[in-house]
Structure formats: structure tokens, C-alpha cells
């Protein structure tokens, strides 16, 4: 059962523009959300997270949002470079120290 | 910064063969954790080491083992090994403190593969 899901296998944006990376989650507990960024052949990079106690986190050209109602959250990259292209995790854990599960990833190409 | 490092970073083994991964994470975290990525999947946690003692334990076979040193660096035994055990292995640690969500950092991964 995939309770963190990333339903966008891929997103193409054009150099310049925003780039909106998706991710739900089924399970309520989850209480902080964390975004990474994967090369091939690399280790997850860690970009931004988000405690579930606010809905939005900002870190230079990444914004993270979240609507606990929904179940939702959302990774904004403004302006998406070229360098941005790779594949974006989307993780949850719901206790301080915890495992982290992740969503399938979405591969981001950024044309230039 | 110094970053969580994993050795080695390629493995070839044999079925039924053993391999032991090594991680040594960022210096005074105190928690290790290990994660399985098979091919077009996502990480899958494994286990996970808060201050030398065992903390959580995920999708992990009896076939495999792992333990915490003095020295916080881990290791992660694998026996018997089978051909769906081929896979990216990566190790992240946290600083784990009271009232704090803090990230895991990833290591760059071991690439198992078993023939």
C-alpha cells in the first residue's frame, strides 16, 4: 500500500518558467513532509521540508506547500534552471526521528 | 561539510554469497538509517540505528543484519544472497533532538548486484 504517492512519473518545464511537483499521502499521522533530489548513481539530496504545523516553506527558488485537508503538498521551483532536471522525491515520517517513506518520484527535464 | 559516507560503492557477489556495507554518517549524528532502492522503485527503509541501539525496523529480511558501533559508524551484513537482493543501498543520518524534526542526509549509495 503506497501511502506516499507521486502520480506524475514526469514533468517537463521549459527553462525559465515554474515547475509544480505534486505528492499525496494517506496516512493523517504523517507530521513532516521533505522533498529530495535524486541524480543517477547519487544519494537522495535533501532540497526543503515542511512540519505539518504550516502550510508553506520557502527556501530561495524552492516553496513547499502543504493542505492538511487534502492531504497534499506541492514543491514550486521558480525559475526552473536546466541544472533542476532529475528525479524528485517526495517523503513523509510521522514521528521526530523517524523512517521516511517515499512517494515513486517524478523526473523533472528542464529544457532549455 | 562532510557528508555521510558509504563503502563500497559498487559490490559483486555470487547467490548465497555474504556482503557487508559500511556507513559512516555525518560526524555527531546520532542516527543511522538504511534504505533499499531496487530499480525504477522508490527507497525502502530497512532499519535504523539511534545512538548504537536498534530504533526501528522496516522491510528487512532475517537474511541480513546490521548494528550501531561505539564509533557510530554501521554496518549492514547481508547472507545468503539471493538475485532480488540487487539493488542501491543507501545509508542517511539525522541529528535526532528533542522537539526538533531535522532531515536525513543520504550517502552516496552501494550498488549491489548479485549474479
Known amino acids: 500500500d503506497q501511502q506516499v504517492k507521486q502520480n506524475s512519473p514526469s514533468l517537463s518545464v521549459q527553462e525559465g518558467r515554474i515547475s509544480i511537483l505534486n505528492c499525496d499521502y494517506t496516512?493523517?499521522?504523517?507530521?513532516?513532509f521533505l522533498w529530495y533530489k535524486k541524480y543517477p548513481a547519487e544519494g537522495p539530496t535533501f532540497l526543503i521540508s515542511?512540519?505539518?504545523?504550516?502550510d508553506k516553506n520557502e527556501d530561495g527558488r524552492f516553496t513547499v506547500f502543504l493542505n492538511k485537508s487534502a492531504k497534499h503538498l506541492s514543491l514550486h521551483i521558480v525559475p526552473s534552471q536546466p541544472g533542476d532536471s532529475a528525479v524528485y522525491f517526495c517523503?513523509?515520517?510521522?514521528?521526530?526521528?523517524?523512517?521516511?517513506?517515499f512517494g515513486q518520484g517524478t523526473e523533472l527535464s528542464v529544457k532549455p | 561539510a562532510a557528508g555521510v559516507i558509504q563503502s563500497p560503492r559498487h559490490l559483486i557477489k555470487e547467490k548465497r554469497e555474504t556482503a557487508t556495507l559500511k556507513c559512516y554518517p555525518i560526524?555527531?549524528?546520532?542516527?543511522v538509517y538504511w534504505y533499499q532502492q531496487g530499480p525504477g522503485q522508490d527507497p525502502q527503509f530497512l532499519i535504523s540505528?539511534?545512538?548504537?541501539?536498534?530504533?526501528d525496523k522496516g522491510s528487512i529480511p532475517d537474511r541480513f543484519s546490521a548494528q550501531q558501533f561505539s564509533d557510530y559508524h554501521s554496518e549492514l551484513n547481508m547472507s545468503s544472497l539471493e538475485l532480488g537482493d540487487s539493488a542501491l543501498y543507501f545509508c542517511?543520518?539525522?541529528?535526532?533532538?528533542?522537539?526538533?524534526?531535522?532531515?536525513?542526509?543520504f550517502g552516496p549509495g552501494t550498488r549491489l548486484t548479485v549474479l
Open positions: 515542511i512540519s505539518s504545523i504550516k
Open positions: 496516512n493523517s499521522m504523517f507530521d513532516y
Open positions: 517523503a513523509a515520517s510521522y514521528n521526530q526521528g523517524g523512517k521516511l517513506i
Open positions: 540505528f539511534y545512538e548504537k541501539m536498534q530504533s
Open positions: 542517511a543520518s539525522s541529528l535526532v533532538r528533542q522537539g526538533i524534526q531535522n532531515e536525513q542526509f
Open positions: 560526524p555527531r549524528h546520532d542516527t
